[in-house]
């Protein structure tokens, strides 16, 4: 049953325009920032001297701040106004690309880099609240423009970053993101004037739950088993002290939800997938190709314009046929895509950028679906968390696949083909069998998500969602 939102606010035709066109730009800019520094890490590498492990931390700083920010930001977005939390976030991206592009040394870069990591993650975590709060019988729409963004801004990212480093210096892309500065006036007049509701923030239960990210993350990028026995202790704390505090930053009773459970599983697992496929297309490219960076972003960039156009409309195909069956087309399209790349990979890189952009089409459509779901089926105090919930679990399957693909590369050799329409000729076959393990498992996901959906939807999917 659809949630109908309790506050009321008159905002105009006019504004609701102008206000999701700068919430666009803005988690764009939040993207672009989390995906533009990867192509420039050889460069702060070699201007500081350092050891790849070294400056991995450019990145993997970032990562950990950005997904345990989603979160909390969604915690804090249930108690105080949105205007406020937009306004500190926007002002932390900024203070940290000032600092970013003035750094004398790499340990300012990498706290620059926190620092923009704390703005970034407010925008990721309020923008997909707001229209469930303010535009409650749009959001379908709203959802859709945004995760449009959200794909353009994955596949913009690397080429924009790259040609940035590339032309002038990496320094200048911390001065790119400045520009995000220019939104806060307008959203400062557009965003409803809200009042403090109920509740406190958990700050035992946050700083938990950020050990707890943080040591996963690192787990994850080393593989180093002490931290995630780390990861462990931490978490088993910090889910005996929801249990016990009376504002916890999670509510357990979240987790009975059985349809909230399903979307936020399915969509970590369908975003691994599709991230996997990110992280992997440029290895490929330039391991079977020899393309260039700059060339690699090319072969990217027509997926995510596509991806951008498809995901205006996303919004209107979940509001007309429903968020269950939008998913399970998007499911379908993924594992077409990806079973595509595992037959196409020895072609000229433009055919793989057409197949590839079946997947960029796939990512807003996917995201939009399980968005939807989640804003409908949780109660409006529920709603920041809940989907903190679920961009956390988005960021973090990200982190969790390109590990993971890493790994496979590094131990992987060449053997049997499993796609039968693929020849055994060296180092095609290796990515070949990663892409049809990344099939298989998008079958899994696909029936895990319908079959559980069979027996939810007498109770929860009768209005359409």
């Known amino acids: 049953m659809e949630n109908t939102s309790k506050n009321q606010y008159n905002i105009s035709d006019s504004d609701k325009k102008k206000l999701i066109s700068l919430l666009s730009i803005l988690l764009l800019f939040s993207i672009m920032n989390s995906t533009m ?94 229209p469930s709060r303010y535009f409650p019988n749009e959001k379908g729409r709203m959802l859709g423009i945004l995760s449009s963004a959200m794909a353009f801004g994955a596949g913009l990212g690397p080429v924009l970053g790259g040609f940035i480093a590339g032309f002038l210096d990496w320094h200048y892309i911390f001065l790119f993101s400045f520009v995000v500065v220019l939104t806060l006036p307008f959203l400062r007049v557009l965003l409803p004037k809200e009042e403090k509701k109920s509740g406190k923030p958990d700050v035992i239960g946050a700083i938990l739950m950020a050990l707890g990210v943080a040591f996963l993350i690192l787990f994850i990028t080393s593989f180093n088993w002490i931290y995630l026995l780390f990861g462990i202790i931490v978490s088993a704390a910090f889910f005996l002290w929801i249990c016990t505090y009376r504002y916890p930053l999670i509510l357990p009773s979240m987790f009975s939800n059985k349809v909230f459970r399903l979307t936020v599983l399915t969509s970590f697992f369908g975003t691994l997938i599709m991230f996997s496929n990110l992280f992997i297309l440029p ?121 993971i693909i890493g790994r496979i590369l590094d131990y992987s050799f060449v053997g049997i083909p499993l796609n039968p329409f693929i020849e055994n000729i060296g180092v095609v076959v290796v990515y070949s069998n990663i892409f049809v393990g990344l099939a298989l498992l998008t079958i899994i996901i696909g029936l895990y998500f319908y079959f559980s959906n069979r027996k939810q939807q007498p109770l929860i999917f009768r209005d359409g969602v």
Not at 68 to 75: D, M, S, T, V
Not at 314 to 340: C, E, K, M
Request: aromatic content about 14%; some cysteine.
């Open 283 to 403: 290895l490929l490219l330039r391991d079977i190709h020899g393309l260039s960076t700059v060339q690699i972003g090319l072969v990217l960039f027509p997926g995510a314009i596509l991806g951008a156009f498809v995901g205006n409309a996303a919004g209107g195909f979940t509001d007309r046929y429903g968020s269950q069956t939008v998913g399970y087309f998007a499911i379908s399209l993924i594992l077409i895509g990806s079973f595509l790349l595992s037959s196409f990979l020895g072609f000229a890189p433009w055919i793989i950028s057409i197949i590839f952009s079946i997947n960029f089409i796939a990512f807003p459509i996917f995201q939009t679906s399980m968005a939807n779901i989640i804003s409908t089926v949780l109660p409006d105090e529920q709603m920041g968390v809940g989907m903190g919930i679920y961009n956390l679990g988005n960021l973090l399957s990200g982190a969790i696949g390109g590990a």
């Open 37 to 130: 520094f990867m192509v420039s890490v050889p460069d702060i590498a070699f201007y500081f001297d350092l050891l790849p492990s070294q400056v991995s931390w450019v990145v993997t700083g970032y990562i950990i701040l950005y997904s345990i920010g989603a979160l909390l930001y969604g915690k804090l977005g249930d108690i105080y106004p949105i205007k406020n939390l937009l306004t500190i976030g926007i002002s932390l991206f900024v203070i940290g690309s000032i600092i970013g592009f003035f750094s004398p040394t790499y340990l300012m870069v990498v706290i620059s880099r926190m620092i923009q990591a704390c703005g970034a993650a407010a925008v990721i975590a309020i923008v997909f609240v707001i």
